[in-house]
C-alpha cells in the first residue's frame, strides 16, 4: 500500500493540523459562482480570475490552491457535473486518482466533505451506500503492487476524516468498505502475483492461511485426492506441469455462528489456473504475462467468503476452487485426449487452451452435490467474451431470468456491470462429439456462449445456476483510475453486495 490509512468520520469542530489538504466537491448548478466565493471566504482565499474562469466554463474543472496560515495548507476544489454522464462510480473514481496522486508529496492529513446525499439520491440505491463509494476510492488510490521492487518504502502515514451529513452511516460505510477492500486487495495481490511463484500449491496455502484467521473452514485436496475423487478434468490439465494441482474447499457457515436459524446456502466456483501458456495449443506470446491472472475466479471467490465473513453476512458459502498450471510438456494433454470427469461424463480435448471449462466441470459436478440453493462460477474464460462485449463487461449466462436481472442492478450499483448473454439449448449442437459425451471447443463463432453451454452438462438442472466470464475486466483497463496498473478484482464487490441483500 502506498499509505498507512486512518479513516474516521470527521467531528464539527474541524481542526486542520499540518500538513492538511481539505477536499470539497461543489455541483455544476446556478449557484456554482457564488458557492466557489464561499469558498474563498470559508478558507480566507483568493482564488486567480483565471482559475475562477476556467473553472466555472471547463465541462471538468479542479482547481487546487495553498493557503498560507497552513489551516489547511491546500484546499483541492472539484466541480461536479450531474447530468445524463453522472455515473454512481465518479466519487470511487476520482478518489482514487486523486490519492493515488498524493504519493510523491508530504500530505498527512486529508478532509473529505461529502457533499448533500440529496442531490445524487437517484443515482444510489442509499445514503450509506453513497458514502461507501468514497471510502472505496480512497482504498483503490492507495493499492499498489510492490513487493518484488528492491527500493520499496513502507508506506507514509495518512489520517482521513470524512464529513457527511449523517455522521451515524459514515460510521456504517467505514466500517463496511474496510471490511472489503481488504477482502478485495487479498484477491488482487493474488492475480498480480507472478506464475513462479503463485503456483497451485501457493495457492491454496495463502487462501488457507487467510480462511483460517476468519475461522473459515477449509480442505485442500492434493493430486492424489483428487486422482481418488476421480477429478479426471483437473487432472488432465494439470499433468503437463511440474506443479500438480489442487482442488480448493472454503466454507463460511453464517447459520453455525447465528441462533436464527438456517441461511441460503450459495456456492461459488472459481477457476483457478494459476498460469495458462495454452498448453499444447499453446497462445501467441503477447501478453501472455497476464494469464498469470487465470486464477482470477479463484481469487474473486476467495476474497468474497473473506469479506463475507469478516462482515458476518447471514449466508451460507462455499467455495470451490479447482487449481492447476496448464503447461506444454512430454506429460500435457493433447488435442483429440478423451478425459473421463468426477461426474463419469467424458470431454473430447479438441483445444488444450480451452482448459478452464475442463477443470470447471468437476468443480461444478462437487457444487450440485452438496445441494446448494444457488451455484455462481467465475472464470476468465474466453476472448470471444471480451470481442462480444467490450474489455469492462463480464458476460452472464443463465436460464434464471430473476437472478440476472438482481445481479445485472448489482453490478450498476457496484460499477462491476454484467450483460446477460443467450443461454438458448441450440448452442449445445457445437459442443457435440463423436467420441465423447461432449466436446471442449464448440468453435470460433459464439463461443463464448458455446463455453457456458458445455459447463451447463456438469450442473444438477434443478438447482439454479449463474456463469460469469470475467476474462476482459481482470486486465488493466484504461476505462477508470483504479483499473490501468494492475489486474483487476472484478466480481468481489458485486458479489459481496448481491450476497449481502440477497
Not at 465541462?59 to 484546499?75: A, L, V
Not at 508506506?155 to 451515524?168: H, M, S, V
Not at 480442505?219 to 490439465?237: H, N, P, S, T, Y
Request: hydrophobic share 40%; glycine share 6%.
Amino acid at each position: 500500500m502506498i499509505f498507512k490509512l486512518n479513516l474516521k468520520s470527521g467531528n464539527k469542530k474541524i481542526i486542520y493540523k499540518p500538513l492538511s489538504v481539505s477536499v470539497r466537491y461543489l455541483i455544476a448548478n446556478n449557484k456554482l459562482k457564488a458557492n466557489l466565493s464561499s469558498i474563498e471566504k470559508i478558507f480566507n482565499i483568493h482564488l486567480s480570475e483565471l482559475q475562477k474562469k476556467t473553472f466555472l466554463s471547463r465541462d471538468n474543472s479542479e482547481i487546487r490552491t495553498s493557503k498560507q496560515d497552513g489551516k489547511p495548507d491546500e484546499i483541492s476544489i472539484i466541480k461536479v457535473k450531474v447530468n445524463e454522464k453522472f455515473s454512481p462510480d465518479y466519487f470511487r473514481n476520482h478518489l482514487a486518482g486523486f490519492v493515488a496522486s498524493l504519493e510523491k508529496e508530504e500530505v498527512k492529513h486529508l478532509h473529505i466533505f461529502i457533499p448533500d446525499y440529496g442531490i445524487f439520491k437517484n443515482y444510489f440505491e442509499s445514503e450509506e451506500y453513497y458514502y461507501q463509494t468514497f471510502v472505496e476510492g480512497v482504498y483503490f488510490g492507495n493499492y499498489t503492487f510492490s513487493s518484488y521492487k528492491s527500493d520499496k518504502k513502507e508506506g507514509k502515514e495518512l489520517n482521513i476524516n470524512f464529513y457527511a451529513d449523517n455522521e451515524k452511516k459514515i460510521v456504517t460505510a467505514i466500517d463496511t468498505a474496510e471490511k472489503l477492500m481488504e477482502s478485495v486487495f487479498f484477491t488482487r495481490d493474488l492475480q498480480n502475483e507472478p506464475g513462479i511463484t503463485l503456483i497451485p500449491s501457493e495457492l491454496a496455502n495463502r487462501i488457507a492461511a487467510a480462511a483460517i484467521k476468519e475461522k473459515i473452514k477449509i480442505r485442500i485436496f492434493d493430486e492424489k485426492e483428487i486422482k481418488k475423487r476421480k477429478m479426471g478434468g483437473l487432472q488432465a490439465v494439470g499433468m503437463g506441469s511440474e506443479n500438480p494441482p489442487r482442488f480448493i474447499v472454503a466454507e463460511y457457515n453464517a447459520s453455525g455462528r447465528s441462533k436464527k436459524g438456517k441461511y441460503k446456502k450459495i456456492a461459488l466456483v472459481g477457476k483457478g489456473i494459476t498460469f495458462d501458456s495454452g498448453g499444447i495449443s499453446i497462445k501467441p506470446s503477447s501478453k501472455m504475462g497476464e494469464m498469470k491472472a487465470d486464477m482470477s475466479g479463484a481469487a474473486v471467490v476467495a476474497g468474497t467468503i473473506l469479506a463475507a465473513s469478516k462482515a458476518k453476512l447471514p449466508v451460507d458459502l462455499i467455495g470451490i476452487m479447482p487449481c492447476a498450471e496448464n503447461m506444454p510438456s512430454g506429460k500435457s494433454m493433447r488435442p483429440g485426449d478423451i478425459v473421463t470427469t468426477a461426474s463419469g461424463k467424458t470431454i473430447e480435448v479438441d483445444d488444450t487452451d480451452a482448459e478452464g471449462r475442463i477443470i470447471l466441470s468437476d468443480a461444478l459436478d462437487f457444487a450440485s452435490k452438496l445441494k446448494p440453493d444457488l451455484i455462481i462460477d467465475l472464470a476468465t474464460l474466453t476472448g470471444a467474451c471480451v470481442v462480444a462485449l467490450g474489455e469492462f463487461v463480464a458476460g452472464m449466462f443463465t436460464k434464471d431470468e430473476k437472478i440476472s436481472m438482481q445481479l445485472y442492478k448489482t453490478g450498476i450499483k457496484t460499477h462491476e456491470r454484467l450483460w446477460s448473454m443467450p443461454m438458448w439449448d441450440d448452442f449445445h449442437d457445437a459442443n457435440k462429439s463423436d467420441v465423447a459425451d461432449v466436446k471442449n471447443y464448440g468453435g470460433r463463432w459464439g463461443a463464448a456462449v458455446h463455453a457456458a453451454k458445455f459447463l451447463e452438462n456438469f450442473v444438477d438442472k434443478n438447482i439454479p445456476w449463474v456463469h460469469l466470464d470475467i476474462a476482459s475486466p481482470t486486465s488493466p483497463l484504461e476505462i477508470n483510475n483504479y483499473s490501468k496498473k494492475f489486474m483487476n478484482p472484478f466480481g468481489v464487490r458485486l458479489l459481496f453486495d448481491y450476497l449481502k441483500n440477497i
